[in-house]
């Protein structure tokens, strides 16, 4: 295995007498986009402040490129961090803000110029380099906030909730730029969210955190298709959780005490022979979704069993219907508690 760029050894961390991180062990790949994914509170922001130089930990070390930099200030270490807010300066010029850190970091003004016109290209801004920052939009500011931290060539990117404030089109269209422009310059990317929709367009490598812990990570497909935990089956899209002994799935992990069933891996009618069967129930809530329908199918003989099922919208079905349910014994996921 290549070197990684970023270990994370055993980092812990407390503020006062809570502890808000917990032993977290993790290595970056090189040229790779890690996004941190976990509810409000997690403890992502704290792991990427870590990561920054803007906190030290309480425990546990943080080598980036073999360098241990765990006390290093940011300054020193070889990190810029784009903020939710931009931070951009308002008073100066577009070209002026992506030039500030070369500015800092004693370069010439000629050779500034070139780089920022550079870096403002690849972000598709080279046209604006002459406005001030209240002269663009919401999308263009996320852009000269990018643009200002990559100039400097860091050996890696921190982005803190960066398309937090856009709206949603703009979100997603962003979002396909951000990997885009990762690929482009190869810089380690680390990219805190609470979207899992954002964790999955974005990630090489997805780290679910949950209370100061790492509850799964690895390539998005697999923490969708195989989450090993509950919390990753809800949290990370949306699951069907069932007490492993409720389905007589063939193969079945006999370690695991839970199953979950993706919504779009539950089929209505008939069980085919392949199948196994997962009992019926009552649709007691039935949601437009788009290009699909999503269905609440409540089991009337386990009160608090109801099934997540994603619908086609030709499919005909009403709420109150009575529907048999299946699944593909693949599709049924062994958890641990
Ligand atoms: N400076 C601080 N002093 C005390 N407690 C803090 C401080 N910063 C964060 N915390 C606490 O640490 C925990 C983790 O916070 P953190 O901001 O890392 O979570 P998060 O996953 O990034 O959440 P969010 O998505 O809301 O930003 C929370 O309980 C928070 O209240």
New binding site residues.
Partial sequence: MTEPLVEIQSVSHS??P?R?LEAISLDIAPASYTVLL????????????ILGGFLTPSEGRVLIKGTDCTALAPARRPTTTVFQDYALFPHMTVGANVAFGLRMRGVGRGERRRRALETLEIVGLDHVETRKPHELSGGQRQRVALARALVVEPALLLLD?PLGALDLKLRRQMQDELKAIQKRVGTVFVH?T?DQEEAMALADLCVV?SE?HIEDMGPPERVYRRPRTRFTATFMGESTILPAAAVACPGLDPAASLVAIRPESIGLGDTPPSHVALGSGTVTDLVFQGGFKRASVADPAEPDRIYTVRVPVTQPLAEGDTVTLHCSPDEIIPLKE
Avoid: A, R, W
Avoid at 38 to 49: A, D, E, H, Q, R
């Fill in positions: 503020f006062g809570h808000v976990g509810p409000s509170g997690s403890g992502k922001t704290t792991l990427l402040n909730e805190v609470h955190m100061g």
